[in-house]
């Protein structure tokens, strides 16, 4: 629970923090890759960690990956430019990939299905409570010190979760052939890593239809179709491909891509919209992210509470409704709408992801046996985490790109960089009456394209719930053998 609430606070505080951070180093133009380069690195390596986590234990892979993460924590509050911010950010999300996964494949091994399904609500409950949190210290932080203390909070607290796990966590012994699937990490990664950089520099350092855009998207594609064709082949795969047989695994795999879209596409602009068009505090902006960590321990749950009772079905069906309807108020927002309505759209949003999180977790793992529960806990959150990546470049090519036209068709000298003067009081009062209603008009209307883009999303969550399979029995228990 520890090691996810340093989870937990590294994803509400930075996300609250990124306006302050933005306008103290400069380069909003690559804004979206402080969130894009820590989520590739924990979407390639969560795969890597679950699978050594089944063969090597659960508490030496959570070590591993929770050293790496605080290094990396240490020398993000150290950048002095952006770019750096970025190179710093890549070695946190390396070690992120163990910590989320490992800590919830530990409460899967030591709870049947039916304990499983109240004690990942409970789990998702403290989370959520360390998340609201997040914003409020996020913001208090950047108010009243310094945006570096932002990463730095994670460290004396990763420590006392390595130091809580070491002395309490007792796993037997395990004496397994090692195989990792060396070729499918590095496959993954390139294509990743070209569809990321084409998506996040697309229509800014090259064109749409350039031959540097048709190489990066050809080959990235490419790439991943030779690693699903490797991955099939592979004696002991990143992902077992072989589970995704079961439809509802399928399913909840592919919704868990679609929300962690919508997930990414709120945390990370819902901040500067509060900040830079409503020209609210920081603080406030992380009042209207906290929101949605309230809504999502609560739902949490309660689907802990009616996994049992009503299958897996039912619970998300009501998850996907949430964040359609949360998604729609975002659509619906304007700079006169105030905090409040952020908020409440936050709130159902968590909703939603709180419901169809835990339901799925909870029947992925009663559903595959104990020594590939790592694995598919792993292969659940490897969708999540890669919707993340995609959603992070794709609404940050949609907020850049419709920036960048809207100041062309104004014919204004202004251009993405002056963006930055939006998010801070002190800056906003250097601007002219002219200058001001120019950029905040064109970032409301830039983010109201995200927020369309994050609708979409939704309603194709909801469309794939309604593939899942009815029914109750759909919950086994393979913890026995």
Known sequence: MLAMFVGAVEATIVTTAMPVIAADLGGFSRYSWIFSAYLLMSTVTVLIYGKLADLFGRKPILFIGLTIFLIGSILCGFAVSMEQLIVFRLIQGFGAGAVMPIATTIVGDIYTTEERAKVQGYLSSVWGISAVSGPV???????????KFVFW??????????????????????QQKVFIDYKGAALLTLSISAILFWLSEGGQSFSWLSLTSTILIIGGLVLFMVFIKVEKQAEDPMIPFAIWKNPIILYANLVSLTSGVILIGISSYLPTFVTGVMEQPAIIAGFTLTAMSIGWPIA????????????TFTVSFFGGLSLILGALLFVLMDAGSGPWWA???SFFVGIGMGLT????????QGAVPHERRGSATAANMFMRNFGNTIGAALFGAVLNGSLMIRFMNEKSTMGLEDVNLLLTDENRAMLSKDQLFILQDALDNSLQWVYIAVAAFAVVSFLLILRIPRGKGLLHDNDRT
Request: avoid cysteine; hydrophobic fraction near 55%; glycine fraction near 12%.
């Open 153 to 174: 909070v994670n460290v004396p607290l990763g420590i006392l979760a390595m130091l809580g796990i070491l002395l309490f966590l007792h796993e037997p012994k395990r």
């Open 137 to 147: 210290i996020g913001g208090l932080i950047v108010q009243y010190m310094n945006w």
């Open 343 to 345: 908020a409440g759209a």
């Open 300 to 311: 949490s749950s309660v689907a802990g509470h009616l996994l049992i009772r009503h299958g």
């Open 357 to 364: 999180s835990t339901s799925f977790i909870v029947t992925i």
